[in-house]
Nanobody
Framework: QVQLVESGGGLVQPGGSLRLSCATS????????MAWYRQAPGKDREFVAH????????YYADSVKGRFTISRDNAKNTVYLQMNSLKPEDTAVYYC?????WGQGTQVTVSS
């Protein structure tokens, strides 16, 4: 049974940082791409970043490039999203995804 479980969301002030985690189980990772998406109220879900499990190569949306870092821990089967210099427009529910599988999401709110 495949499971993706996000955690680490919360309320943070503009300029602050959060680290999201996506704990996975039931997936053979070697050839997968793990991705983070987000969905703000009233908006479509949008791509944030992805990482290739085997090589660790990464790709980012322009809106987060230079502020967010995606990484993975092979031993823990976990993918992370380090978010720095957060802005109010980063407020959204953040989801991890691989193939047809999605997590339940974790809320990130950036507000003073």
């Amino acid at each position: 049974q495949v499971q993706l479980v996000e955690s680490g969301g919360g309320l943070v002030q503009p300029g602050g940082s959060l680290r999201l985690s996506c704990a996975t189980s039931g997936i053979l990772f070697r050839d997968y791409i793990m991705a983070w998406y987000r969905q703000a109220p009233g908006k479509d879900r949008e791509f944030v970043a992805h990482i290739t499990w085997r090589s660790g190569s990464t790709y980012y949306a322009d809106s987060v490039k230079g502020r967010f870092t995606i990484s993975r821990d092979n031993a823990k089967n976990t993918v992370y999203l380090q978010m720095n210099s957060l802005k109010p427009e980063d407020t959204a529910v953040y989801y991890c995804q691989t193939g047809i599988y999605w997590g339940q999401g974790t809320q990130v709110t950036v507000s003073s």
